[in-house]
């Protein structure tokens, strides 16, 4: 084995158990290893073969073990021998001879100056493997008394705060070691002794060193020590118990100088020697590492954890004879500091944070742990720190700010008690942050919702309606704050806000109702002005709260699909076809139409009403009529928008919302490409006639149909045969219906002032042919064009004035009344005649809307049903109700009597029956 300083001690071990494995002799080795833990492996192997010599350098240690275990051989004889025998070129080696040899302290002298680098590794190895310290060496201690009296002298020096220079903190360190290493004179002088220590002086030896401890320290009280202990283990402990009794007298001087001292000066002496204490005990500590990672760890793992390392010991002592005593005082000199910082006089804190941090790190000597000091500290229970501290502390806050909250609330306004609320927990987070343990601050979080809000949730609750009245976004912002920190809260102030946006809505309705029925602008503007308000009042005040976003969506829907409007036109469906309506003045060509930036706008902003409308199949239908009509009547603002808008409308309600739409979008395209050709076949074909343009529209997607029989003029009846020749030539198999009453022609009028061309419908252009049409429609038309002046009419000699009749004046026109041309002017050349809705198709719209609606619901209906039962194979009645009801919520809200008949009529068709045994329940039928 080579035995330079670069062998490790695991090497060394692992070849000896190597060598001695599987025989007696490993039982042998393992007793030896038990009984000398801190002896060198070597010096193991040396004991187990005493004829195992190899004179080189690589077995030097073996021969010197030998060497020992023989003591009528002299060590120094032997170790000259040695040197001359060997000529190594190894340092270490070299300079182990030279102390081993050396006979005087000027020798010694020289040695140490001469290998300074390898003096502190030689004496190691001299002491920890050869047991050098029983010898005599000259310049150090001959026991370890006087070891302990210059140790002494060196913690002495360290708590006092000298200065101590490198080379001093190494000879107490050095001191500590020897010390924790010595072998008692009187216990190891030969093998023989070695085996004896079972014996009775190890009991001698035991009672000696428990009873040179200080019992106050209680530090050995219960400690047991292995019988089979060596005499090293006796000297840890006996070097443990000196310090802990150094200790206690030490912080029992420190306790007497403080025992008149109350208040802010007892903080100041507390703070000053704890910190000097503490400083002082994690220098010892350094110093004592070796007795940490040896003795005190082989002592812990044997189970016995009243033995701790110093620091931890140094607390405990300063916790027993210092702080325990002292407790009470100090606690009230913290919370008198605590107490004029909250009255607002001037105090140092940082003594308040100093106290409190040494309460912390005494609760962590509590008990011990093999973990690192920071890990201790924070891993422990901060039992000190919450019974001499947190307790009362809480108690004082509760007291103080409970009379302060009375006072205050009682002598100053709500809002001026919620600023006062406010300042107060930000100050006393502050000072739990800055000054105290971070563990407090829940619960005096806790402590101080309780005392200003939670007692006083009535209060919070009634103010909040007239914060709302009077709309103090401030105000409402706190106190969202304040009571968003209790449990629940909040439930009843989002009540509150909820009923306030309801009669806020409705309110503002009723106020438009007379006019907003029959202008969509107004009525929709009116609903966008409340939602608005109170939407930019969550988000400011209420932070966005889902809670309180939810209760804004509710109160919305409510007052939109009923109010006064709804009732006064006696349909839910009236706020849908309202919105659609205003969607089309959006989206319609007019002077007056804004940027297509802001129309866009302003589409995102029917999109949020649209999203509280329930009956969003009536928005749809109407929507896709006035759509058709756009599209036809070519009265789209951008293709764009309408194209955004759908877009929008699919993203809400999904792709089957809004495939209708689409499909009318490309009829157009299509449409236009069908018209380019025909004119290229009537040039070819040299059709004279009428120019026409012609729309093809699918049946399917387009919600016309003929409204009446209708003759056109033999000069459009040819241009229509021309294209029905093409159609036919170039689609087989494909019917055309015709669609008059959305025809359009253009007509040149040089009866008045000026020329004009006057875009009109068929049936307004050729009203003649209209005799056979029902008379209230012919009356509709005459009276349109009796209000854009292009006629005129009398009855009598009385003539007509628009301005003195209302929108039923057509109810005046008779059979004696007499039409003549109207004194018709217009800054325009080209007037458009098609945007005017007569008063019949507008009824006609409505019970066609209405008519289709319930047949899609119907069928709706039906197929959730079958849907839902043919996948639940059974369910009863209650439970298929709100089942149809969740799935269609999205598109409209059924009606149950609704449902019921569709059930009935899917019995009849035998989809699903009832239950014989059950009568409310049904069965789905394969």
Not at 71 to 92: A, G, H, M, W
Not at 405 to 424: A, C, D, G, L, Q
Not at 769 to 796: C, E, M, N, R, Y
Request: net charge neutral; hydrophobic share 35%; with cysteine.
């Amino acid at each position: 084995m080579q035995p330079s300083s670069h062998t490790s001690a695991t090497t060394v071990r692992y070849r000896i158990q190597s060598r001695y494995a599987g025989s007696d002799r490993r039982r042998q080795y393992l007793h030896f290893r038990r009984l000398q833990p801190f002896v060198s492996v070597c010096q193991c192997g040396a004991f187990l073969n005493e004829n195992y010599l190899i004179n080189d350098e690589k077995a030097i240690y073996f021969n010197v073990q030998l060497i020992k275990l023989k003591p009528e051989i002299k060590l120094v004889n032997y170790y000259r021998k040695q040197r001359d025998i060997i000529k190594t070129s190894n340092v270490f080696i070299a300079g182990f001879y030279d102390v081993a040899c050396c006979e005087s302290a000027a020798e010694y002298d020289s040695i140490k100056r001469k290998n300074k680098e390898y003096f502190n590794p030689l004496i190691f190895l001299l002491e920890n493997m050869v047991g050098y310290s029983n010898t005599i060496l000259p310049g150090s201690a001959t026991n370890i008394d006087i070891l302990w009296a210059d140790l002494k002298d060196g913690m002495e020096q360290i708590y006092s705060r000298t200065s101590m220079c490198f080379q001093r903190y190494m000879n107490i360190y050095t001191h500590v070691y020897t010390y924790s290493t010595a072998i008692q004179s009187n216990s190891v002088h030969s093998s023989s002794s070695l085996t004896a220590m079972n014996g009775s002086c190890h009991s001698a030896q035991r009672s000696r060193i428990i009873s040179a401890h200080s019992p106050a320290t209680n530090i050995h009280a219960d400690t047991n020590i292995n019988t089979n202990a060596t005499p090293n283990e006796f000297s840890g402990h006996e070097l443990y118990g000196r310090i802990a009794s150094y200790l206690h007298s030490f912080v029992a001087d420190l306790h007497k100088n403080a025992a008149s001292l109350h208040d802010e000066s007892l903080l100041v002496y507390y703070c000053t020697q704890w910190e000097n204490y503490r400083f002082s005990s994690k220098i010892v500590n350094g110093l004592c590492a070796y007795l940490n990672r040896h003795w005190i760890r082989r002592i812990n793992d044997e189970g016995n954890d009243t033995i701790v390392e110093i620091y931890q010991l140094a607390l405990r002592i300063w916790k027993s004879v210092f702080f325990e005593i002292l407790s009470d005082s100090l606690t009230k000199a913290l919370l008198k500091a605590v107490e004029c910082l909250r009255h607002g006089e001037m105090c140092n804190m940082d003594l308040v944070s100093g106290v409190v941090n040494s309460f912390v790190e005494l609760s962590s000597c509590g008990k011990q742990s093999n973990r690192s000091l920071e890990d201790d500290t924070v891993d422990q229970s901060l039992m000190i720190y919450k019974k001499y501290f947190e307790e009362p502390f809480l108690m004082q806050t509760r007291a103080f700010y409970t009379i302060e909250s009375e006072t205050f609330i009682r002598e100053n306004t709500f809002s001026e008690y919620m600023k006062r609320v406010e300042i107060r927990m930000q100050e006393e987070n502050k000072l739990c942050t800055v000054y105290l343990n971070k563990v407090t601050l829940k619960p005096l979080s806790n402590l101080l919702v309780d005392i200003f809000v939670e007692q006083r949730l009535d209060v919070f609750q009634a103010e909040f309606k007239k914060l709302l009245k009077t709309e103090k976004t401030e105000d409402l912002k706190r106190m969202y704050d304040l009571c968003l920190r209790v449990d629940n809260g909040l439930v009843e102030i989002k009540k509150s806000l909820g009923a306030h946006i309801l009669s806020h809505g409705k309110s503002a309705l009723e106020n438009i109702g007379e006019f907003a029925i029959t202008d969509p602008k107004t009525y929709v503007t009116a609903i966008l002005e409340v939602y608005e308000k109170f939407h930019n009042l969550v988000t400011d005040a209420f932070r966005g709260d889902y809670g309180f976003v939810t209760a804004l969506d509710k109160a919305c829907s409510k007052f939109i699909n009923d109010n006064k409007i709804t009732k006064k036109a006696n349909c839910s469906s009236k706020s849908p076809e309202l919105l659609a309506r205003y969607c089309d003045i959006l989206l319609k060509k007019s002077p007056k139409n804004p940027e297509e930036a802001e129309v866009e706008s302003l589409l995102n902003k029917v999109m949020v009403v649209f999203k509280f409308i329930e009956d969003k199949d009536i928005f749809q239908k109407f929507y896709i009529r006035l759509f058709a009509k756009r599209l036809v009547n070519q009265l789209s603002a951008s293709e764009d928008t309408e194209a955004s808008m759908i877009s929008k409308l699919k993203e809400a309600c999904g792709f089957e919302y809004t495939s209708k739409l689409q499909r009318m979008f490309t009829d157009i395209a299509v449409s236009k490409s069908i018209t380019d050709r025909f004119h290229e076949y009537e040039a070819k074909c040299k059709i004279e006639g009428v120019q026409t343009n012609v729309m093809v529209l699918s049946s399917g997607a387009w919600p016309f149909q003929a409204s009446f029989n209708f003759n056109i003029p033999a000069p459009l009846e040819k241009s229509k045969q021309a294209f029905m020749n093409y159609y036919s030539e170039t689609y087989t198999g494909r019917k055309l219906s015709w669609l008059f009453n959305c025809s359009r022609v253009e007509m040149a009028a040089h009866c008045y002032d000026r020329n004009y061309t006057l875009l009109r419908l068929i049936k307004q252009q050729y009203w003649n042919s209209l005799i056979t049409a029902p008379s209230d429609l012919l009356q509709q038309v005459i009276w349109q064009l009796i209000k854009f002046k292009i006629l005129g009419a009398k009855i009598g000699d009385n003539v007509i004035d628009v301005k003195d009749t209302n929108d039923d004046g057509e109810d005046a026109l008779g059979f004696d009344s007499v039409i003549f041309l109207g004194d018709f002017r217009s800054r325009k050349v080209r007037v458009d005649l098609t945007k005017v809705s007569l008063k019949a198709e507008i009824s006609q719209e409505h019970e066609t809307v209405e008519k289709n609606v319930d047949e899609d619901r119907r069928l709706l209906i039906q197929a959730c049903i079958v849907r839902t039962m043919k996948m639940r194979k059974a369910l009863n009645h209650n439970q298929l109700i709100s089942e149809v009801i969740s799935q269609l919520s999205s598109r409209f809200t059924p009606r149950i009597q609704m449902i019921k008949k569709v059930i009935d009529q899917l019995i009849e068709k035998e989809y699903i029956k009832r239950d014989d045994n059950a009568k409310d329940s049904y069965s789905y039928l394969a």
